[in-house]
């Protein structure tokens, strides 16, 4: 099939059904989709889909099947290792248009989402319903579900809550072959054979598309208290973790050296009125804990 050919049969496929996905050629669209942070290999993509509905990413895939197209599975482009970069004609398949929170639970505390809702916005949608979703990082405004899933993202809270894939009740995917799963059902306890949701997260996108999932919420944590501490040694700081969860429950850890600190000081607007001084200091460590 020839890219014009290639482009043709998806418009065809996404205007199929009730409610049409789209697909994006304009050299703008082709540039901006087929990179994400990494900005290391050109884009070029055939085509940019975005599908509405699962059916849609079944058929996207059935179609790439037969006729030998390659899919590249796309988020908030915010990943950091090239994973959603088209740069060898292929036809990128774009989850923005699937960012419906689809169902919420108040009494399992789940919330189920279609794989394009922005991290921030599950973020905001725990917080309106009195909860917590604690996977947190700097790019949580841009990245989507499926992306943080799909590299099982971290972020700042790790050392407490864990990775994304601790908050993963359901998954709803599109395999590489064409099939629909419906992995682990929302079930909290679930001891039926393998569980298949782990292989999905974390994978990239090699096996599949993940187009729906239930994530689960958490008790909102309260008395937060920021410390900034300053040390002389980057080898301490492993010490003063060991000592600090001795006492109390942390809920964040990070250490920065002294060049980003002077960085960000003229920036932050901070209540006091002088600079500390860095002279003896090399290395900070910033820890969130809950205030006794
Ligand atoms: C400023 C900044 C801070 C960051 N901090 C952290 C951090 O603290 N911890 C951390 O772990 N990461 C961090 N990251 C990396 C990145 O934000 C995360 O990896 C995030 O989870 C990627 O989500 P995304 O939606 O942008 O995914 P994308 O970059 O779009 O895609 C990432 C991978 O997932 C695949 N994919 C996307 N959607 C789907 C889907 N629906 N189904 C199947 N596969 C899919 C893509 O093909 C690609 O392989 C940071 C990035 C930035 C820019």
Known sequence: MNPE???ASLKALMEAGQTPGKVLTDAADLENYGKDWTKIYPPKPVAIVLPKTTEQVQALVRFANENQVALVPSGGRTGLSAGAVAANG???VAFDNMNQILDFSASDRTVKCQAGVVTEQLQTYAEDN????????????????????????GGIKVIRYGMSRDWVAGLKVVTGKGDILDLNKDLAKNNTGYDLRHLFIGAEGTLGFITEATMKLSRKPDNLTVLVLGLNDLTNTMDVLQAFQKQIDLTAYEFFSHQPWGMYWPMARCRRRSKPRLRTTRCWNLRRCPTR
């Open 5 to 7: 050919q290639i482009v």
């Open 90 to 92: 292929e036809v990128v």
């Open 130 to 153: 009195g909860l917590y979703y604690p996977v947190d990082f700097a790019s949580a405004g841009s990245s989507q579900l499926g992306g943080n899933l799909s590299t099982n993202a």
